[in-house]
T-cell receptor, first 114, second 114 residues
Framework: NAGVTQTPKFQVLKTGQSMTLQCAQD?????MSWYRQDPGMGLRLIHY???????DQGEVPNGYNVSRSTTEDFPLRLLSAAPSQTSVYFC?????????????FGEGSRLTVL | GNSVTQMEGPVTLSEEAFLTINCTYT??????LFWYVQYPGEGLQLLLK?????DKGSNKGFEATYRKETTSFHLEKGSVQVSDSAVYFC?????????????FGQGTTLQVKP
């Protein structure tokens, strides 16, 4: 079972460059989300989606865009990378209802912005 | 708003020692509470959960009891092993929330020495 798959696992960018972190899940989960993990700050929600065509902002959305054209995919776009976006990014999913709150996480994408 | 506070780490223990990681929360209504574990180089995975007051979640020898009177959900294990070395996150899902949005604590690193 693939579960939640994130690519790439590692990426180095220069300030001002753009890139997309990919996230795909094969569990037919309606809900998908992106978190960033920073030392001493736990996980903070960037954006989330409750289904195809529906997205919303989380706690720290600035500098990031998302779209949800299919149930399976939820890419995260950095339009103009900044050093403050150096972090580890996690994609997670869960059923819209009946999931009991359990999030299924990908293995993470470590991004460094120089 | 809702929030989760965990004890600061790192926590360093010898094998077979007793473990407690404190977690307190602030929330309106009746939240669900979770402990997630992150092993080195991996994403987070659910360790245990409790959905109502006085519930006890348990898994892999770990336990936590949902204490509404003290707004706490402390994680305990009677005898830790080297393989328990990881980062532990306490998390909360608002009782009125019908999405997968979780609020995480800052994480506590546990290192178990042989």
């Amino acid at each position: 079972n693939a579960g939640v798959t994130q690519t790439p696992k590692f990426q180095v960018l220069k300030t001002g460059q753009s890139m997309t972190l990919q996230c795909a899940q094969d569990m037919n989960h309606e809900y998908m989300s992106w978190y960033r993990q920073d030392p001493g700050m736990g996980l903070r929600l960037i954006h989330y989606s409750v289904g195809a065509g529906i997205t919303d902002q989380g706690e720290v959305p600035n500098g990031y865009n998302v779209s949800r054209s299919t149930t399976e995919d939820f890419p995260l776009r950095l339009l103009s990378a900044a050093p403050s976006q150096t972090s580890v990014y996690f994609c997670a999913s869960t059923p819209w209802q009946g999931g009991g709150g359990e999030l299924f996480f990908g293995e993470g994408s470590r991004l460094t912005v120089l | 708003g809702n929030s989760v506070t965990q004890m600061e780490g790192p926590v360093t223990l010898s094998e077979e020692a007793f473990l407690t990681i404190n977690c307190t929360y602030t929330a309106t209504g009746y939240p669900s509470l979770f402990w997630y574990v992150q092993y080195p180089g991996e994403g987070l995975q659910l360790l245990l959960k409790a959905t109502k007051a006085d519930d006890k979640g348990s898994n892999k020898g770990f336990e936590a009891t949902y204490r509404k009177e003290t707004t706490s959900f402390h994680l305990e294990k009677g005898s830790v092993q080297v393989s328990d070395s990881a980062v532990y996150f306490c998390a909360l899902k608002g009782g009125s929330s019908n999405t997968g949005k979780l609020i995480f604590g800052q994480g506590t690193t546990l290192q178990v020495k042989p």
